[in-house]
């Protein structure tokens, strides 16, 4: 990929930033306002299972940067990795919003070469296994081929030919090791 197409697709992908305030049942609001590209971490739980295994739902929107957070959930994996992490039961689930940043595709100088866009920080075990799904709008979400395996992974949004997501979801497969979370972090 060119140069140009590089400046091109980021030029679009924040053009869409600022521009689009998509809008679904799930996320009346997607936060637009007030976005802050410096500020590359996960800021808000939306969902997550608990001890129990009942997932529980945090936010229906998501609130405009700089507005109270709900007092919800595992608030340990919100913001930098700072080793305060939260386990997944077996078969749950952890769903962390972007209220004021994105993770946004980067694109690659050298064709088929990944160019990592964010990392899942946490002390994963060898037998860790969670499926990772990605959206902009918070209702319609895409699975990564690439499964979380490793402590601190990166993953790359070109494998689903994606140029900006705002959700993250991680769903422990049921299987291995337990998944932990500390953070989740645009690059």
């Known amino acids: 990929m060119g140069t140009i197409d590089l400046q091109l697709r980021f030029l679009l992908a924040a053009w869409l930033l600022v521009a689009c305030d998509a809008s679904s049942p799930d996320v009346d609001n997607p936060g637009s306002d007030g976005f802050n590209p410096a500020t590359a971490t996960g800021d808000i739980v939306l969902a997550f299972t608990d001890a ?21 959930g595992p608030n340990e994996v919100l913001g930098a990795p700072d080793a305060a992490s939260f386990t997944l039961p077996r078969g749950g689930r952890l769903d962390i919003g972007f209220r004021c940043a994105a993770i946004v595709e980067r694109g690659s100088p050298n064709p088929g070469e990944l160019t990592f866009d964010f990392r899942i920080w946490g002390a994963q075990q060898p037998t860790t296994n969670a499926i990772i799904e990605v959206s902009f709008d918070g209702t319609t979400y895409q699975s990564l081929p690439t499964r979380l395996t490793a402590s601190d992974q990166s993953f790359d949004l070109s494998e689903l030919s994606l140029d900006v997501v705002r959700f993250v979801r991680i769903i422990d497969t049921g299987a291995g090791d337990l998944v932990t979370i500390d953070a989740i972090e645009a690059l």
């Open 52 to 72: 129990g295994g009942v997932t529980q739902t945090c936010s229906d929107t998501l609130p405009v940067c700089g507005d109270p957070l709900p007092q919800c």
